[in-house]
C-alpha cells in the first residue's frame, strides 16, 4: 500500500467535506497530529478508525486503502490489487519478526554462555558463584520467553503426518518437545503428534 498517496487522498477528501485536520481529529477523538502523519504518509490509521474515517470522508475502506476513488468498472481490479499487497505487507511484517525473534536469540544465547564464563572463571567458588549464574540464567532467558511469543505470532507449523498447518497457543508451543523451531505438536485434523515444521508463510 502506497501511504503516501492514502495520506494525500485523505488529505483530499478531508478538504473536500469542509474539514480541518483538528475538526476531523475531534470527530475521530485523536489528536491532529495523528491525521497529520497520515496525510504525510507517515502512518496509517489504525483499523478500529477506518470505518468511520470513511463514513466522514464518504468513501469505502477500498478506496481508503487503494488512495483513489474507485469506479464500477475498476472495483474488481481494485480488490485484487488491494489483496495482494495487503498479503504482500504480512508477508514482509512476518519476515521483520522472524528476524527480530532470531536476533533475541542470538545474542540472549551468546550473553547467556558469556555470563556463565565469566562467572565460572572469576569469581571464586562458593555460594555467590551459584548465585550469579543462577542470575545470568533468569536474565538471560527472558528474553527467549519474548522470542517464542514472537515465533508462534508468525506463520503456522505444518503436521508431518498431514500437512494441515497448525497454529498452538503460546502455552501450547512453550510446553512441547523442540528441535530448534520444529515443535512435536498434536495435530487437530489427524490427532496424531508429529514433528511439525515452522512455515512463515502459509499456504
Keep these: 500500500m502506497d501511504q503516501i498517496k492514502i495520506g494525500r487522498f485523505i488529505a483530499e477528501r478531508r478538504r ?9 481529529a475531534e470527530k475521530l477523538n485523536i489528536t ?9 504518509g507517515r502512518s496509517l490509521p489504525d483499523a478500529t478508525l477506518m470505518l468511520a ?52 536469540m542470538t545474542v540472549s544465547i551468546i550473553g547467556l554462555l558469556a555470563g556463565i564464563f565469566a ?10 558463584q551459584l548465585v550469579v549464574i543462577l542470575a545470568v540464567v533468569v536474565v538471560f532467558l527472558i528474553p527467549c520467553f519474548y522470542a517464542l511469543k ?3 505470532s ?9 500437512g494441515h498447518e497448525i497454529v498452538p497457543t503460546y502455552k501450547e508451543a512453550l510446553n512441547a518437545m523442540h528441535r530448534g523451531t520444529t515443535r512435536y505438536l498434536k495435530c487437530p485434523k489427524c490427532n496424531k503428534r508429529t514433528w511439525c515444521k515452522k512455515v512463515i508463510r502459509r499456504d
Excluded: H
Aim: charged share 25%; with cysteine; net charge negative.
Design 32 to 40: 491532529d497530529r495523528a491525521v497529520s502523519k497520515w496525510e504525510t
Design 150 to 152: 514472537l515465533e508462534v
Design 16 to 24: 473536500l467535506q469542509g474539514l480541518t485536520q483538528a475538526q476531523l
Design 154 to 162: 508468525v506463520g503456522a507449523y505444518k503436521c508431518k503426518n498431514c
Design 53 to 104: 474515517l470513511c463514513e466522514i470522508l464518504g468513501i469505502s475502506v477500498n478506496e481508503l486503502l487503494s488512495g483513489e476513488k474507485v469506479t464500477m468498472e475498476n472495483n474488481q481490479e481494485k480488490n485484487e490489487q488491494l489483496l495482494l499487497e495487503m498479503a504482500k505487507e504480512i508477508e514482509r511484517k512476518n519476515k521483520t519478526i522472524w528476524s527480530a525473534m532470531w536476533a533475541i
Design 119 to 128: 562467572a565460572a572463571f572469576f569469581i571464586p567458588e562458593g555460594p555467590w
